[in-house]
């Protein structure tokens, strides 16, 4: 990092906190929190449920390390989580995130573009905001089918 962008960090976060004590004398530090707990909550569970679901659903592509290939492993084992177009938007695109695993230097405001333009990421198939939630039944992964399944899969 060079010594302006770590010029501008520093400036940044003492804006930031120059605000935050700002705001605190306006309303106090109780009214603050009353309004900065909720969307910390929210926004650590919406956080960990994008990363849940686009690493635990039922075609995903799971490999021990002598059949772990790079390529394969992004493609097939991270999702194209299919967004309304709001969500996708507050989500930073990161629905895309078959591609973001290929090449995460891909900046977010690109990735549906990428995905778009290149077919051979169209044979992916999407899970979309309905069809992501069979992944909270989704606890094991079968070896003979290659697959996640869910406790009652399970073949005895």
Not at 25 to 46: D, E, M
Not at 68 to 90: C, I, V
Request: proline share 3%.
């Amino acid at each position: 990092m060079s010594a302006r962008q770590k010029l501008y960090l520093h400036l940044s976060n003492l804006g930031l906190a120059i605000t935050i004590f700002l705001v605190i004398l306006a309303i106090g530090w109780k009214a603050y929190l009353l309004i900065q707990i909720p969307i910390l909550y929210f926004g650590s569970v919406t956080g960990v449920w994008l990363f849940y679901v686009q690493h635990q659903f039922r075609d995903v592509k799971w490999a021990n390390a002598e059949n772990w290939d790079y390529k394969t492993m992004a493609l097939e084992g991270s999702s194209l989580y299919k967004l309304p177009a709001l969500l996708n938007w507050f989500t930073g695109s990161i629905g895309y995130h078959h591609i973001h695993h290929l090449s995460p230097l891909i900046p977010n405001y690109n990735l549906k573009k990428c995905h778009n333009e290149n077919t051979f990421f169209h044979n992916i198939k999407p899970i979309t905001f309905l069809s992501g939630f069979e992944s909270l039944m989704l606890r094991l992964w079968d070896e003979k089918r290659m697959r996640l399944i869910g406790f009652r899969e399970i073949q005895t």
